[in-house]
C-alpha cells in the first residue's frame, strides 16, 4: 500500500464516509434529472479503494493519493454511448436480487473482477436519464481485495482503469461539456484523467459525490471541455 498522505483522509477514513453517504435514507445525489417515460432498471458500481501500488502524483486537499475509483472505457462501436467514460453496471436481470446484485454481476462481466472481494457500502436513490429511458441506481463499493481487472468483451469496452481521485478532484482537470440536443443546451460537469474524458452521467454522479462528501476543490465552471480533440 502506498504511504499516506498527513493531514489527508486516509483510506479507511474515506471508506467510512462514503458508507455514510450510502446509509439507509440517503438523499439522492442528482435531484435535476427530468423523469425518463416507461425507465427500465439498472444499476452502476461506483467502486473506490486502493486498486493498484501506483498513488497519483497531485496532491489534493481532501483525500490521499492512493485513492482510486474503478472505471470503463465503452467501445466506439457501440451504438449507445460509444466511447464514453462510464461505471461498470447495466440492466436488471430478471434473477438479480437487488441492484447490489446487477452492479456487481454486470462489473464481473465487464471488468473480470472478482465481487468477493467487494465490501457493498449501499445503494443510493435511483437517477432517472430521460434520454436513454432507464431508471438507475447508483451502488456504493469498497474494493476491500483487489482481484486483477480487464477489458474482457472488446466489443463492450475499449479500456478499463483505475483513475485516482486526487487527479479528478484537482482544478486544472475540471470543465464542463456542453452539447445541444433538440435546440436546447446541455452543461455539465467533466474531468480529465490521463487519456480519457469523463463528462455525462458517470461526471454528473461524481461530482455531486464528491460535493456530498466535502472533497470537491474550488474549479473552474466556465472552463470548457471539447468533447472532440
Partial sequence: ??????????????????????????????????????????????????????????RAAAVSRDLDVLLLSRAATLRAHPGQVAFPGGRVDPGDADPAATALREAREETGLDPRGVDVLGALPEVPLAFSRHLVTPVLGWWREPSPVRVVDEGESAAVFRAPVADLLDPDHRGVTVIRRDGREWRGPAFTVGPHLVWGFTALLLDALFDRLAWTEPWDHDRRIPLTP
Fill in 1 to 58: 500500500m502506498a504511504q499516506q498522505d498527513p493531514d489527508h483522509l486516509s483510506p479507511g477514513d474515506a471508506r467510512a464516509q462514503l458508507a455514510r453517504v450510502a446509509a439507509p435514507g440517503a438523499r439522492p445525489l442528482v435531484t435535476e434529472m427530468p423523469p425518463a417515460a416507461s425507465p427500465r432498471a439498472a444499476a452502476v458500481l461506483m467502486l473506490f479503494g486502493v486498486l493498484d501500488g501506483a498513488p497519483s502524483e497531485t
